[in-house]
Nanobody
Framework: QVQLVETGGGLVQAGGSLRLSCAPS????????MGWYRQAPGVERELVAN???????NYADSVKGRFTISRDTSKNTVYLQMNSLKPEDTAVYYC?????????WGQGTQVTVSS
C-alpha cells in the first residue's frame, strides 16, 4: 500500500511560480512512474507531467516550457516546478504513482492563479 502526500499548492498571481511536492509513504519500491494530473471544475482530470523510473519525462502541450517535473531519489520525492502560471492552470493537482501496475493517487492540492 502506498500513500502519497502532496504539498505546495496555494494562491498565486498570473506569471508567478509554485512548486508542488509529492512524497510516497509506505512501500515505494517498485514504483515505475510518478506524475501530476490536474482537474478543474467541470473538466476531466488530465495529465500534466510524468517522470519514469529511468528518468524520462513527458508533458502536456499546455505546460511545456513552463512546468518541470523532477525527482529526488534519495527522498523518493517528486516535484513539479510551475513557472509563468496562467489563470487556466487553476485546478486541483493530484500526484499519481504506479506500483506493480496499480495506480495510487494523492488527496490533491489546490492551485489557484489569479489574473
Amino acid at each position: 500500500q502506498v500513500q502519497l502526500v502532496e504539498t505546495g499548492g496555494g494562491l498565486v498571481q498570473a506569471g508567478g511560480s509554485l512548486r508542488l511536492s509529492c512524497a510516497p509513504s509506505g512501500s515505494a519500491l517498485g514504483i515505475n512512474v510518478m506524475g501530476w494530473y490536474r482537474q478543474a471544475p467541470g473538466v476531466e482530470r488530465e495529465l500534466v507531467a510524468n517522470i519514469f523510473r529511468g528518468g524520462s519525462t513527458n508533458y502536456a502541450d499546455s505546460v511545456k516550457g513552463r512546468f518541470t517535473i523532477s525527482r529526488d531519489t534519495s527522498k523518493n520525492t517528486v516535484y513539479l516546478q510551475m513557472n509563468s502560471l496562467k489563470p487556466e492552470d487553476t485546478a486541483v493537482y493530484y500526484c499519481k504513482a504506479v506500483l506493480f501496475g496499480k495506480a495510487y493517487w494523492g488527496q490533491g492540492t489546490q492551485v489557484t492563479v489569479s489574473s
